[in-house]
Structure formats: C-alpha cells, structure tokens
C-alpha cells in the first residue's frame, strides 16, 4: 500500500445494493438536436437505391387501416428523429414510421410489403453506431417500441420472455422485484432494445419476410432438435426477419458487488494486472474495462464529470460480482495490494457504495455520449488478440497527425473488446480514406475482428471479408435469398451487393 492507492480499504461489509447504477445522458426521445448529417445518399453516392416501391396512397390506406392513425408516423419533422442515427453519421429520407404493437401486426405489414417490394428497415431503440437502424434511402422503418410487453418471469427457472421492443433498463429494474438481473448491460440501456441485442437470448420469436412467423420461443436450457434456427437471427442485424419477442435466461443478482478504479503507467501494466485479476479474483471477476487518458480527458473536459483519480496514460475498471461481501472483499483487497506491491498499478480507489460506483461507471460508459461533441466520429468496434489490443492507437495516431481532434481508444478488456474512436472537426471523403481500408487491414493482419459487437450495418459490408471468408459470405447470401427473396428487409446492410 506504500504507493498510496487512496480510498481502499475502505469497503463496507454491510452495504446497500439495492439498485445498480442506473443509465444516464441517453434521451429515449426521438427529438433531434443540433446539425443534421448529410443525406447517406449524397455522402456514399455509390450506393444505388434498389428497385423498390415508393409509397403510394394505396400503401398508406392499408398501413393505416391496420394499425389506425396515431400507429404511423408521416410528418416530416417526426420522420426525421427515425431517419437519423445515434452519433449522427448517416441519415434517411423515410416518409412513413410504422409502430405495430403485436406479433401478427409485424406478420401482416411484412406480408404487404413482401407482396408490393416495399423496402423496411427494422429498428428498435436507435442505438446502433454502425448505421443499420435508419434508412439508406425512403425505406418504410418498422419500429418496435410499442412492443413492449413483458409476458412471463420465472423466479425459479430465471426465464424472462418479452417482446422485442422492451427496453433493457425496464427489463433489470422489473427483474430487481425478482432478484434477478439481465445477463447484459451497456451504456446504451435506458434506450436501447432487446431485439437488437439478441446474442443473450435462450429463444425467440421472428417474423419472416414473407409475413410467416417462426416460433423459437423455447424457454428450456436444453434443447437440441435439429437446426438451431434462432442463432440465425443473431447478427443477421435485421436483414433476415423481425425479432418479434424474446426469451432470456437472467442470472441472479448478486449480494455483492465492488468496484475498483486503477490509474496504470503502461499497457504492458495494463496486461499484467489484467492476467493477475483473472488468477486472483477467478469466478467473482465480473467486469475488466480500459479507457485511455484521451478517452477519460473528453468524459472530464467535454461532459464535466470528475475523476477520482490523477491523470495516468491508463486507467482499469474492475468490478466484482458475489454473494458474499466479506469474502470478495477480502480477495479485492489482496489483489489491490498485490498490484500495487509490484508497481503495476499507481493509483486507485475502490468502493462498494452504489453512487460512488455509478459514478464512475459513468467515466467509461459517457465516453460514447462526449465524442459526438467533438465534431464528427470515425467509430471503430475492434476484437484484437489480447497482447496487441491496443496497438491500433498509436499506429492511427501516426497515420493521421494532426488531422484528427482527438484520438482515443476504450473497450472491454476483458473481451479483447477494443473502441477506436478518431474524432475529426468535420467529415471528409480525404480523411475517410486515410482511416479505411487501413483500420480493416491492421486488424485483420493481426487476426482480429472487424467489428466485436457493434455489428456490420450500413458503413461496414463492404470490408466484412476482412473477417470472414469467401465461402461464409457466400452462405450467408444464400440464406438472405432463401429467406427474403426480394430483398426488402433492411437492404443495403450487411451484405455486399
Ligand atoms: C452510449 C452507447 C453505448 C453503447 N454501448 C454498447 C456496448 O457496450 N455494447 C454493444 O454491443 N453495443 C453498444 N452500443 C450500441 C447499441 O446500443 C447496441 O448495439 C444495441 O444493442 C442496439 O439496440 P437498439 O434497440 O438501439 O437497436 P437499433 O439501433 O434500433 O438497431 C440495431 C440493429 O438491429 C436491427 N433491429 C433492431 N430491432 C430489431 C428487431 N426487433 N428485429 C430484427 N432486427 C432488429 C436494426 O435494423 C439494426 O440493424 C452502445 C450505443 C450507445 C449509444
């Protein structure tokens, strides 16, 4: 402890964790603030709009007839917050937002659309930061937010099956009455969908172009009869049906819950510190998360959050999750004291106090909310073998110079997670350029994935052989043909032409 890691030590045996830190920043309005991006066709001229319909009275009348006037949206200035995505980096020109609130609803708007080639692009909370939620072009969005209904909750099994559009902090704070939690958790809760985060989920509901509606809904464990047909849907990114509901298995929330915040020196510290967490606090290690010192800098300059911390190149969050406090405690003190005996760590503080912890939870998750601030953001979603997880940093940082503001990198260690943001004042096809293909490239060399979770989306298709081979490619398009032979469902992500 020579090194004066302040505040720890301090943890409360018997403390409230009554509540996990809740989101914050994230409107789940659709109003739209500041500058609009440029139109996404104009930006990629390249990009061709399909030979789909337009919309005509005729469409409206059924539209209309099905789900009644206050179900669609065709005011222009609603359209827009539908049109335009989260950072802001692509933008629509659809005239028609449909709000089916029911699975056979969805069902018969696919079936018309299928029928009369209408384009539809699937879109639940509007999160998304690879531009797959908003329109290339005028295709007709079907937004899941009023299919927001929680079917059943199982104490026992901790099944929990909802509709696609429930949204994920509601679904943990009705858990909580349960004592359970969802099984994920991310900056983006208090807006974002569970449809679109389908990679937890035990089963589900979808509807197919065609308006057919497949029932994967089991709620068992176990169950292996046949083609597991619902993996599918996961990262199909609503090119392959609408995810219509859900079924999540939901562990139970823990008794105990500590949070440490590390300054480090070194990312060679960062990898040794990573290792000995993973050794010393074994099954109690829930989460392990990186921010560089540009990444915390625009969380304390930009959005004005404090840190408890002074300034280091590194910075680790540790939190653990267990049933019993003394004991985890005891094994995050150990640790604590261990990294910072061996001079890995230089500076800290660790806390079990709900607010404290939320506050700095905010340090890393507000990082996404700063960076549109900056101007505009070249964002980038990067799994990378651990020993080079932050090697793309410094080789963008000297391919770009000074023509970026600011260039940072943050992510999920503990996934090999990496976000590469370079914010520039503002978009240029020049800078473009410079960033792409090569982001792609260094990745793919050192073996890593072109995107870890954020998805492939409108900005991405294009480079996907970078991570998959030839022969996947051509399967995957061969199941988008078998399952949307005209091609209406989300067309222009994805896949390349
Ligand atoms: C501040 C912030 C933090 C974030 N942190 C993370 C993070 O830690 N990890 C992470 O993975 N992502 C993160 N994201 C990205 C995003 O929030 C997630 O990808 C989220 O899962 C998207 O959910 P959504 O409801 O907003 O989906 P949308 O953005 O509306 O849609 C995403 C994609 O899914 C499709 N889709 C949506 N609903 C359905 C449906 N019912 N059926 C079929 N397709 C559908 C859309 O067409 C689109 O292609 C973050 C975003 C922000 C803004």
């Not at 402890?1 to 920043?25: E, I, K, V, Y």
């Not at 309005?29 to 005729?58: C, F, I, M, Q, W």
């Not at 406090?325 to 079990?352: C, R």
Request: proline share 4%.
């Amino acid at each position: 402890m020579s090194r004066g890691l302040r505040q720890l030590g301090r943890l409360r045996a018997a403390c409230s964790l009554g509540t996990r830190p809740s989101s914050f920043g994230l409107s789940q309005s659709r109003g739209l603030t500041g500058a609009l991006p440029e139109l996404t066709k104009d930006r990629y001229p390249h990009v061709k709009r399909g030979d789909y319909a337009t919309l005509d009275e005729n469409h409206l009348r059924f539209f209309t007839e099905l789900l009644g006037t206050n179900r669609i949206v065709t005011d222009p200035s609603q359209c827009e917050g539908y049109n335009v995505d989260w950072i802001k980096n692509v933008r629509g020109y659809s005239q028609c937002v449909l709000r089916p609130k029911t699975t056979e609803e969805v069902s018969r708007i696919l079936a018309f659309c299928n029928e009369h080639r209408i384009a539809v692009c699937p879109q639940g909370g509007n999160t998304g930061l690879v531009g797959g939620s908003v329109p290339v072009f005028d295709e007709v969005v079907l937004s899941t937010s009023l299919m927001n209904e929680i079917i059943s909750t199982d104490d026992t099994s901790g099944v929990l099956v909802c509709q696609a559009g429930c949204i994920l902090e509601s679904l943990d704070t009705h858990l909580a009455d349960h004592g359970l939690m969802m099984p994920l958790d991310l900056g983006a809760k208090g807006s974002c969908q569970i449809g679109g985060q389908c990679g937890t989920v035990l089963g589900l509901e979808a509807v197919k172009a065609n308006g057919e509606i497949l029932d994967c809904l089991s709620t068992l464990k176990k169950d292996n009869t046949g083609y597991h047909l619902k993996h599918l849907f996961i990262g199909s990114e609503g090119t392959l049906g609408i995810v219509t509901k859900v079924a999540i298995h939901c562990p139970p929330k823990p008794k105990a819950m500590n949070l440490a915040f590390l300054g480090l020196d070194s990312f060679e510290s960062v990898l040794k510190t990573l290792k000995k967490a993973k050794h010393e606090l074994g099954e109690i290690l829930s989460s392990c998360e990186f921010i560089d010192e540009r990444s915390l800098d625009l969380v304390t300059s930009r959005l004005k959050l404090k840190s408890p911390l002074a300034v280091h190149p590194f910075y680790m969050l540790i939190e653990t999750h267990g049933s019993n406090n003394d004991h985890d405690e005891e094994k995050l003190n150990t640790f604590l004291e261990n990294v910072m005996a061996e001079g890995l760590v230089l500076d800290g503080t660790a806390t079990n106090e709900v607010s404290k912890m939320k506050n700095i939870w905010e340090l890393r998750e507000r990082i996404t909310e700063g960076l549109p601030l900056e101007g505009y953001v070249f964002k980038y979603d990067i799994s990378l073998p651990i020993e080079s997880f932050y090697s793309l940093v410094p080789a963008m940082k000297e391919r770009l110079g000074e023509s970026a503001v600011r260039i940072c990198g943050y992510g999920h260690l503990g996934d090999g997670n990496l976000h590469l943001n370079i914010c520039v004042k503002e978009f240029t096809q020049d800078v473009l350029k410079r960033i792409e293909p090569f982001v792609y490239e260094f990745t793919s060399k050192l073996k890593g994935s072109i995107s870890a979770e954020h998805g492939i989306g409108f900005r991405k298709p294009k480079y996907i052989h970078y991570s998959k081979s030839h022969t996947s490619i051509e399967l995957m398009k061969q199941l988008k043909t078998m399952m949307d032979p005209n091609g209406i469902l989300n067309p222009y992500k994805v896949l390349p032409s």
